[in-house]
Structures are given as C-alpha cells and as structure tokens.
C-alpha cells in the first residue's frame, strides 16, 4: 500500500511543481528563451479551471488519500518503523508545501488584477510627429473637421456692451454649485471688463434669467476666455499674464506670464479687439492660440496645464493671424476662419500639432449676423459657440471619424 501511495504523490507533487515553473526553452540558435502566459486583460476570466484551482484539488486529494491512510491504520494497532514515520512527515510537508503555493498564486492574481487596473488608467500611446517622434495625445472617437452646421440662435442682448463677448459652457465641470448645463457670459464692450454671469442653463440662458453674476478681481482682456474643469481662464488687461479663476471659490488660484505673446494690439486677428491671445479647449485640454516677435505675427501654437498654466509644448504655424478671422481648436488641430463679416465664408486652414503639418482646406461656415467676435468649441457637446454681433450661437460639427459626429 506504502509503495502505491509513495507513486501517487511523487507524480503529484511533480506534476504541482512543474505548472509553477515558466518555459525556457533552447531556440535554434543555441539561445535561451523564456516564456511565460499571463491572463488576457479583454476576458474577464479564462476558461477551464485556474492553476489555484487545479492546486486546491490536489490538496484536497492529498488530505483524502492521508485520512484514508490514517484512518485504516487507527483501527489496527500498527506499529510504524522509523522510515514509515519519516514518510508520513515528508508527505504533510508536502501538503503544507501546496497550501503555500496557493497562497502564492492567490496573491500574483490579486497582483496581476491591480496591474491590469493601472494600465486602463494610462493614457493612449503619443502620436508620433515630424519634430522629435512624440505629438499630443490623440482622443478617442477624434478625426478631422468635415462640416460645420448653419448657426442656431439662442439669445440676443440690445445693450451696446453685448455687440462683442464670450459665452461658453465648461465641458470637464466638476460639479457643484455648478454643473455642465451651467451656461457663462461675459460682455467684452466695457473699458472694465469684469462681470461674469451664471445662468443654469440653456433655456434660463435664453430667457436671460441668471442665477448669479461674479465680480473678477483684475479686468479682462478682449473676448479669448474660455472656461474648464471649474476655473475661467482668460487674459489680464493689457498685459499678456494669464490668470486661473476658481469658479467655485471666487478666487485667482494661479497667475502666469504667457512667453513672448504679444498683447494689446500687436498681434490680434483680423477684426481686432485686442484678440491677442485666444484660450481654447478641445479633447486634448487647455491651448493658447497667439503669436511672438520671433514667429513675425504667425500663429503659434501652445499646450498649457490646465492647474498651473505653463506651457508644455508650442507649435509655429506657416498661418499669419492677422490674414484671418478667429481660430479654435479640435482633437488636437487648429481651425481658422476666413472672415468675421462675410455672411457666408469657410474654415480656411487647419494645423494638426501631431503631424506640425498645415494645409488648406474649405469647410463652409455662416456668419448669420455679420460680425463674428468669439468662436470656441465644446468637446462634450461637439459645438462651436459663437458671438455675432449680439447674439449668442452654437453650431453643430462633424468629424471624420464615425462615433463622433452628432
């Protein structure tokens, strides 16, 4: 009976310690490899039973075969010799041996499963470009511009302070007091620019009911604010600092120079009114859209951190800024628009920051009421928001790619 037991675990146990090992195999060449599998982190599971399992049911036939033995043996008054003994000893070490590789197991998967759980966090692999190999990351369900659609209206203001201005609705908002159906406004036509108005939404936008009006500790700059993730970002007043306003605490949470950016003036788009530098958002976060001595009144181009507002990496572009009415950003390319008066004019040029490339293009976009002023994209709501000359419009948009158009 000893001699049919002491087979039985021999092949068990080898059996036990050879799925634990990894293969490492010769190639051909005389190299050693080594190879091992891991679980496909799209299954939730894998079929069959697990290594754990296979070990659980082996202890499990291990104790039944010792009980087996030691229970056949308490009926009789058997004398076991010193080697029996040490057989018996040898064969619970054995047993207390596969309970600790469970455990091991047990805790790779635990390991295994945080990993799997890190690396869905990561953000998507770069997109190379033509500069040094590495681009923004490009979002998913992002593409080219294709169309734009006509203009619909959503609130007029009769007061001449509203014939230029910003509105926009945060599109990462961080939740209360204020949500993403919180709508924003600013009237730009003041030489004090610092009343912001809150509505709750859309439909007390267009009623022009606000549920509140917050007073901006320093003076704005012309109509390139935009609002994310909770804080207004716009230009100090004659100056090219950039300020963070906390929406919810009412307080200037960062201020920081914008590098060589010309102000005031200098370099602005084609209809004027200080539009020196433009703040947009898009899929990829906060940009700043202005130029430098250096780039000659062309468009550069530049990344910001949304929490401390440096640049983290800036584009020139071939496009003049004064050759052209406004700009704004998607899935990582700049968009610029041909006139601010035409009633019916085009998105002219495009400059995709993953590939430094500028071209041409002739998407048709409509200026409704004949001067268009501020021109913002809202990556949540796939629209642009315009403000033409006193009324407050959105437009739809459409990507190449096939889940992102509306």
């Known amino acids: 009976m000893w001699m049919r037991f002491e087979v039985f675990v021999f092949f068990f146990v080898l059996d036990v310690q050879g799925q634990d090992q990894a293969s490492f195999p010769r190639s051909s060449d005389g190299r050693c490899q080594y190879t091992f599998t891991v679980d496909n982190p799209v299954e939730s599971s894998c079929p069959g039973t697990t290594e754990a399992e296979n070990l659980n049911a082996r202890i499990t036939l291990l104790e039944t075969a010792l009980s087996s033995l030691l229970g056949a043996e308490s009926g009789t008054e058997t004398i076991r010799t010193p080697a029996e003994t040490e057989e018996m000893r040898q064969l619970l070490q054995d047993k207390d041996l596969l309970i600790r590789k469970v455990k091991e197991l047990q805790g790779r998967v635990e390991e295994l499963t945080v990993e799997k759980e890190m690396l869905r966090k990561e953000p998507c692999p770069l997109v190379p470009d033509s500069e040094d190999g590495f681009g923004v990351n490009r979002a998913s369900g992002c593409g080219e511009l294709v169309s734009v659609s006509k203009p619909e209206t959503h609130q007029k203001t009769d007061s001449i302070t509203g014939k ?37 939404n859309l439909e007390q936008f267009a009623r022009g009911y606000p549920m509140k009006v917050l007073l901006l500790p320093e003076s704005m700059e012309s109509t390139g604010a935009t609002v994310y ?126 590939s430094g490339q500028s071209k041409a293009v002739d998407i048709r976009f409509h200026n409704r009421y004949g001067y268009n002023s501020m021109i913002d994209y809202n990556a949540a709501r796939r629209k642009l928001y315009s403000w033409d000359n006193f009324h407050m419009v959105t437009y739809d948009v459409k990507l190449t790619a096939a889940s992102s158009s509306q």
């Open 229 to 354: 993730q909770g804080s207004l970002f716009y230009q100090r007043k004659q100056s090219p600092m950039l300020l963070r306003y906390d929406l919810t605490a009412e307080k200037i949470m960062v201020r920081r120079e914008l590098p060589h950016a010309g102000f005031h003036g200098q370099y602005p788009y084609s209809w004027g009114g200080y539009t020196d530098i433009d703040l947009a958002v898009d899929e990829n976060g906060l940009w700043a859209i202005y130029s430098t001595e250096k780039a000659r009144g062309a468009i550069v181009v530049s990344q910001l951190d949304p929490e401390n507002l440096e640049v983290t990496r800036s584009w020139e572009t071939s496009i003049q800024k004064n050759k052209v009415a406004n700009a704004f950003m998607v899935c990582g390319r700049l968009y610029t628009v041909a006139s601010y008066r035409a009633n019916r004019t085009t998105i002219n040029f495009s400059f995709d920051t993953a």
């Open 164 to 200: 230029y201005g910003i509105w926009f609705q945060d599109p990462e908002s961080p939740g209360a007091p204020y949500g993403p159906d919180t709508v924003w406004r600013i009237d730009t036509v003041s030489s004090d620019v610092r009343e912001l108005y809150a509505y709750e």
